[in-house]
């Protein structure tokens, strides 16, 4: 009984955390250079993916500003870099050895600047797909994941700055994330 209420406990404490870490009260909407956060996503990520995986850029240098919230943005190109790094982490223990891939652009498309951040990994089964933005739901194993990274991404591009996110994946080749993130907020009358 004593370990079902810590256990409880934990789980209220992991579901506070994710309700403020994806809604920060004090960060507000404001230009981010997107660039330059994947730049430094990469930097303080370099541990988890320079063993596993090269990583290729391909950044436009002509992108304007975009409209995020800058720390809850930075957690979300994190999540999907970690997430890439141990789907190519996987894939390398099956292929016994050798680097993986993990490629990442940014480019304009209309009123939306894109960002594709794909690997060559294990990939996604294709039953579950349409639960990974699910909150608690991971494949990983027990301490290697919580099933928290996805369900903030979502909450973050989707919900709060009106984007929209596009997964393809195939098992054994790999998975492609593309997020689309508005240059201006027509959905709420605003523009930034």
Excluded at 29 to 45: G, H, K
Excluded at 69 to 87: E, I, K, R
């Amino acid at each position: 009984l004593e370990q079902a209420l810590e256990g409880r406990n934990r789980v209220a404490d992991i579901v506070r955390a994710m309700k403020e870490f994806a809604h920060p009260g004090d960060e507000e909407l404001s230009p981010v250079d997107v660039n330059r956060a994947i730049e430094n996503t990469l930097a303080v990520s370099r541990g988890e993916w320079k063993h596993v995986a090269e990583v290729i850029t391909n950044l436009a240098t002509d992108l304007p500003p975009a409209p995020c919230y800058p720390g809850s943005f930075n957690q979300v190109l994190l999540n999907l870099v970690v997430n890439a790094s141990h789907a190519v982490g996987d894939m390398r223990q099956k292929r016994q050895g050798g680097k993986g891939q993990i490629t990442i652009s940014s480019t304009i498309d209309g009123r939306w600047i894109k960002l594709v951040i794909a690997d060559d990994g294990c990939g996604i089964p294709a039953e579950n797909l349409s639960r990974i933005f699910e909150p608690f739901f991971t494949t990983k194993d027990v301490g290697k994941g919580t099933g928290q990274g996805l369900a903030l991404t979502h909450a973050v591009i989707v919900d709060r700055m009106k984007g929209r996110i596009e997964v393809d994946s195939t098992p054994g080749q790999g998975t492609r994330f593309v997020l689309y993130l508005p240059l201006d907020r027509e959905s709420d009358g605003t523009t930034v």
